[in-house]
């Protein structure tokens, strides 16, 4: 089976910029989750859906983070306007209903300038 | 609330050595322990997991954890390095009541010389 797909895989910006990250989960993974790696630090949960619903976002940073996922299928996470601290690897992964655990995308590196 | 720490941001072995990266954790509950893997320019990759069954898991790659209630310990061993071992090992730890989000250490970077 395809994998979780992740583009761009490098985006640089200039600070105030917008930016859309996608991620595309293998099919049939009603479960979808972001994370976030900024440098130096750990690896941080952002959101988890489920189908189209927003299950659990209590790690997205701000206002300023927008996820969304259409008909349950691919997500996209919207960073607007972009401040240098969102630098970073914004990883995707999905699952099925039940748990067996997650996969990972190859993930996005953000460079906000 | 959950966390985990990984002693050593770096450890450096000779290919062939036992390869030992450490984690422990805290949690409320039983939790579900995890290590994952990433390659350069690739994404995260389970090793393995526990979850409840044996208290030594074997993983991919000649890898094994021993979860150990007492040390609150997950610690990831290997008997032989190789080459092709060396990337940035996470730990991490998640629970059922948190719908399986999971909660990362900082990482370990494992470099392997010939």
Redesign the interface.
């Known amino acids: 089976e395809a994998?979780?797909t992740q583009f761009p895989s490098h985006s640089v910006i200039e600070k105030g910029q917008t930016v859309t990250l996608r991620c595309d989960p293998i099919s049939g993974h009603d479960?979808l989750?972001w994370?976030r790696r900024v440098m130096g630090?750990?690896?941080?949960?952002l959101l988890?859906f489920v189908k189209e619903s927003k299950?659990?976002e209590s790690g997205m940073p701000n206002n300023r983070f927008l996820a969304e996922r259409t008909g349950g299928t691919y997500s996209t996470l919207k960073v607007q306007p972009a401040e240098l601290e969102d630098s970073g690897v914004y990883?995707c992964?999905s699952?099925r209903d039940t748990?067996y655990?997650?996969?990972?995308?190859?993930?996005t590196r953000l460079t906000v300038v | 609330a959950q966390s985990v720490t990984q002693l050593g941001s770096h450890v450096s072995v000779s290919e062939g050595a036992l390869v030992l990266l450490r984690c422990n954790y805290s949690s409320s509950v039983p939790p579900y322990l995890f290590w994952y893997v990433q390659y350069p320019n690739q994404g995260l990759q389970l090793l393995l997991k526990y979850t409840s069954a044996a208290t030594l898991v074997k993983g991919i790659n000649g890898f094994e954890a021993e979860f150990k209630k007492s040390e609150t310990s997950f610690h990831l061993t290997k008997p032989s390095a190789h080459m092709s071992d060396a990337a940035e090992y996470f730990c991490a730890v998640s629970d059922q009541g948190s719908n399986y989000k999971l909660t990362f250490g900082k990482g370990t970077l494992l470099t392997v010389n010939p």
């Open positions: 994998g979780v479960n989750y994370y630090k750990e690896i941080k949960f988890h299950q659990d990883f992964a699952s748990y655990g997650y996969t990972f995308g190859s993930g």
